[in-house]
Nanobody, 129 residues
Framework: QVQLVESGRGLVHSGGHLRLSCATS????????IGWFRQAPGKEREGVAC????????CYADTVKGRFTISRDNAKNTVYLQMDSLKPEDTAVYYC??????????????????????WGQGTQVTVSS
């Protein structure tokens, strides 16, 4: 059974930083692409960052490029999202997800919600102004 568990929720001031973790089980992470998504109240879930396997190619939404960094530790079956220079508009529930489509980045679909098959339960990030 594939499971993803996010952690690292928090409340920070604008300009602050947080690191989210996504611990996975029931899957060999090395074989799959991972994405981070977020959903703010009243808005659709949107892609934030992704990382492919096995070469670790990354992709980012324009709204977070240069501020967020996605990384993975296959030995620990864990993916991270380092978030710096946080803004109030980054406030959302953040989700990690696994895609079994290994060529997801090659087809430019790394931030496409519908291409992901397994999801965590989400973790709240709140940025105050």
């Amino acid at each position: 059974q594939v499971q993803l568990v996010e952690s690292g929720r928090g409340l920070v001031h604008s300009g602050g930083h947080l690191r989210l973790s996504c611990a996975t089980s029931g899957v060999t992470l090395h074989y799959y692409a991972i994405g981070w998504f977020r959903q703010a109240p009243g808005k659709e879930r949107e892609g934030v960052a992704c990382i492919s396997s096995p070469d670790g190619t990354t992709c980012y939404a324009d709204t977070v490029k240069g501020r967020f960094t996605i990384s993975r530790d296959n030995a620990k079956n864990t993916v991270y999202l380092q978030m710096d220079s946080l803004k109030p508009e980054d406030t959302a529930v953040y989700y990690c997800a696994i895609s079994v489509f290994r060529l997801i980045l090659d087809y430019g679909l790394g931030l496409a919600r519908d291409e992901y098959d397994y999801w965590g339960q989400g973790t709240q990030v709140t940025v105050s102004s």
